[in-house]
C-alpha cells in the first residue's frame, strides 16, 4: 500500500513562489507515475505536472508551463513541485497522486490508485 505525503503548502502574495513536496512510503513496487493535481472550491480536480519516474519524462498543464517544475528525488522518495510566479488562480488544495503503472494520459485522475491527503496553497493578489 503505497502512502503519500505532502508538504509545503501556504500562503503568498502574487508572483511568489512555493515548493511542494510529496514522499512515498510503504510500497513494494515504485510508484512509475507521480502527479500534482488541484482543485479549488466549486471546480473539478484538475492535472497540474507528472513525472515518470522511470524515465524523468515530465508533463505540464499548459496554464503552469514555463512556472512550474516537477521534479524527482530518488534518494528520498520524493516528487517536488516548483511553483513560480504564483497567480491568485493557483489557489487550490493540492494533491500528490501516484500508481505503480502509467495509465493512459497523465492528467487523468481515475488512472491514480494512491493520493495524499492535500495541501493547500492560497495566492494573494
Known amino acids: 500500500q503505497v502512502q503519500l505525503v505532502e508538504s509545503g503548502g501556504g500562503s503568498v502574495q502574487a508572483g511568489g513562489s512555493l515548493r511542494l513536496s510529496c514522499t512515498a512510503s510503504?510500497?513494494?513496487?515504485?510508484?512509475?507515475?507521480m502527479a500534482w493535481f488541484r482543485q479549488a472550491p466549486g471546480k473539478e480536480r484538475e492535472g497540474v505536472a507528472a513525472?515518470?519516474?522511470?524515465?524523468?519524462?515530465?508533463y505540464y498543464a499548459d496554464s503552469v508551463k514555463g512556472r512550474f517544475t516537477i521534479s524527482q528525488d530518488n534518494a528520498k522518495n520524493t516528487v517536488n513541485l516548483q511553483m513560480n510566479s504564483l497567480k491568485p488562480g493557483d489557489t487550490a488544495m493540492y494533491y500528490c497522486?501516484?500508481?505503480?503503472?502509467?495509465?493512459?494520459?497523465?492528467?487523468?485522475?481515475?488512472?491514480?490508485?494512491?493520493w495524499g491527503q492535500g495541501t493547500q496553497v492560497t495566492v494573494s493578489s
Open positions: 497522486a501516484a500508481d505503480v503503472v502509467c495509465g493512459g494520459s497523465w492528467n487523468w485522475s481515475h488512472e491514480y490508485n494512491y
Open positions: 513525472i515518470y519516474t522511470g524515465g524523468g519524462r515530465t
Open positions: 510503504g510500497y513494494t513496487y515504485s510508484p512509475k507515475c
